[in-house]
């Protein structure tokens, strides 16, 4: 089953070897829980594992493989962020993808050996979503050949920007592009933050942080100003845009191609996503295994409370699209790769279709992913809501992903234009140009479903169920649309007044994609027993999905009330069949302990006695009288007993 998880038996290997190797170097693990640090203390503590790592990384992973690099990162950092960490996931890929071959041979190098540290610095104090209203500007001037960086006003401060704070010393800035008074629109330059050797600000730099956040507080996000900040013109990042010495612009082969670091992201987020909602569902169903409360049948002893059917409805449907945001992120890695490389090569005709896949998954995916660890949490009772489980930190760092790269509700909408333009070609009776991941929109579906009418019709019926809600709601959300407009209303103000609908549209395609992606990956597998216990959670992800939506269905009479009365008890059938299997589906997953960081979902589930030892080391706990009792607490007692 790791194998499935992570994509081939090597890789499993490779990420066992890699724990055991982390397992025997105590100088990588932390010095003490992390929960019990200040902010001041967790950074230094991940900076100072950071270093070690860059000297013994080679021994422990393959540094040029991005899986192994993601893995080691996440047992020895851990998901809290580290000082680099944009670095590897924004700083590098936007050099790889923006800039020339001859920019990639100055500052590549330089920043895979880690001589310089660098960010992504895009968002600003009053605009991160509109980026066409970023106030940033560089403006070319001509006579000294340098693009002069500057921040108007305070709204146009860079503001978010992970590491930009205190560890960066470069970064790729976004700016709008002035060259003799005319306005280009945002463009990536390279820049230096800070000198090299004292990690001063350099003159004209204002950059700080921004203070403490919900999670991931050891990046140090930042703000940074400039006054006037003067760069070479050879800066601005020129594989796809170009700036002569004499300001004649040569512009990209497609507009928003720039914008590719953050459909990076995107694409790699997904399985970041799946990797964290399986964290918190490990920890939540290995403590519902050694949990006891309460008796089901009054004559016998008290239950773990995973055999309670709530506490299984609760968790297991979260199983199932953990695995099911793993599959769909890898699918949609693979085509980031491919899409990539024909980006390089000038062929951007497919960016259209990824950056329509990508916003619509990092949307719902990173939602879902939220509701599911927030579920884990509330499944551990009282002693999921202590630091112990760890589960908090996983949540306020899983669900940072719904607002960075874009906003859910922004990205939906995004993806919605791509079905507007879809269904506008349906209607047209052009079907046949659709792209591959909306083929669906323009083929006739059967009037009512066939779920439950035909026997050993696998998972068909299903797909062409969620493909038929899909479409409805897509083609009902692109007629408001278009009736708006036709009684003439703007076009933009049509489209606000669709934008809950159009959204519908967009969760609903886009779950259909989860669905078929699951699918997809079951029907490959040869293992008979893989198959088999994949195949019991993929009944309960179609039935519990399809549940969840099923008011789509309803409204047209394509399910019938004795067909959701079947969906509802396959979903209760499958809870009982996967109960048997459940720790195992998260164990296949084999994140350590060190990984975990969780008392509570400890492997041996060894957890009152590690839960007292634990307490027992708070801070708190080092002397019996506090000196907030002595100063204050005391004094008002004695006071009051006069
Ligand atoms: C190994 C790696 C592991 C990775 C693990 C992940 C873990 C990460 C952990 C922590 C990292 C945190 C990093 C966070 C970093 C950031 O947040 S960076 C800042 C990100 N900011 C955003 O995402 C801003 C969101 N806004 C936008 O993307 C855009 O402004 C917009 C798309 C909403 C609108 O752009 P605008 O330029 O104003 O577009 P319009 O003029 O309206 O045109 C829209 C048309 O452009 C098409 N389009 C937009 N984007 C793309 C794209 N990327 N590719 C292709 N096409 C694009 C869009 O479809 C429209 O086309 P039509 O007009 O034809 O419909
Ligand atoms: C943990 C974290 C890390 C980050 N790291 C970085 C980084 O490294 N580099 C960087 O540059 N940035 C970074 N960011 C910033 C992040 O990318 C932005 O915050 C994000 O893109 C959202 O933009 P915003 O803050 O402007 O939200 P807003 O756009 O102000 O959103 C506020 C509300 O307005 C709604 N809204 C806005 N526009 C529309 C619209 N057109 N239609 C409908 N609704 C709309 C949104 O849906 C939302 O409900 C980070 C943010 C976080 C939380």
Known sequence: ?????????????????????????????????????????????????LTILTEKMGQIIDPTDPAELYHLNNEVLG??????????????????????????????????RREIIGTYAQTELGHGTNLQNLETTATYDLATQEFVLHTPQITALKWWPGNLGKSSNYAVVVAHMIIK?????????MVQLRDEKTHEPLPGITIGDIGPKMAYNIVDNGFLGFNKYRIPRTNLLMRHTKVEADGTYIKPPHAKINYSAMVHVRAYMLTGQAIMLA??????????????????????????????????????????????????????????????????????????????LTSGLKSVVTYQTGEGIE????????????????????????????TYEGENMVMLLQLARYLVKSAALVKSGQSSKLGPLVAYLGVKSEPTSLIDRIPNSGFTEYVKTF??????????????????????????????????????????????????????????????RIKEALTDLLHLHVNYELLDIASYALEDGFLSASQLDYIRDQVYLYLGKIRPNAVSLLDSWEFSDIELRSVLGRRDGNVYENLFKWAKSSPLNKTDVLSSVTQYLKPMMEKARL
């Open 79 to 112: 998901l809290e962020g580290n000082p680099m960490a944009l670095h590897g996931v924004m700083f590098i890929p936007a050099l790889s993808a923006q800039a020339s071959d001859e920019q990639q041979a100055k500052w590549l190098p330089r920043a895979l």
């Open 279 to 356: 964290s918190a569902l490990n920890i939540a169903t290995r403590y519902s295994s050694v949990r006891r409360q309460g008796q089901i049948d009054k004559s016998q002893p008290e239950v773990k409370v995973l055999e309670y059917q709530t506490q299984q409805h609760r968790l297991f449907p979260s199983i199932a699209r953990a695995y099911a945001f793993q599959f769909a992120g890898a699918e949609t890695v693979k085509l980031y790769e491919h899409v990539l490389k024909e980006m390089k090569s000038g062929n951007v005709s497919l960016m259209a279709d990824l950056h329509a």
């Open 1 to 49: 089953m790791a194998a499935q998880i992570w994509g081939s038996e090597k890789r499993a290997r490779r990420r066992r070897e890699i724990s055991a190797k982390i397992a025997q170097m105590p100088e990588l693990h932390d010095s003490k829980p992390l929960p019990f640090m200040t902010r001041e203390e967790k950074i230094m503590e991940s900076a100072r594992k």
């Open 467 to 528: 493909q038929h809600v899909s479409k409805r709601q897509t083609l009902k959300a692109a007629d408001m649309f278009f009736g708006l407009m036709e009684k003439g209303e703007k076009r933009e103000i049509a489209w606000n007044k669709c934008s809950v609908e159009l959204n519908r549209a967009s969760r609903l395609h886009t779950r259909l994609f989860i669905v078929e992606a699951f699918v997809r990956r079951v029907n490959e597998i040869a293992d008979i």
């Open 375 to 402: 579920q884990a949490r509330m499944a551990c009772g009282g002693h999921g809501y202590s630091m112990a489980s760890y589960i908090s930190e996983i949540y306020g760092v899983a669900i940072g992903g719904c």
């Open 181 to 189: 008074a005319k306005n280009y629109g945002p463009h990536p330059f």
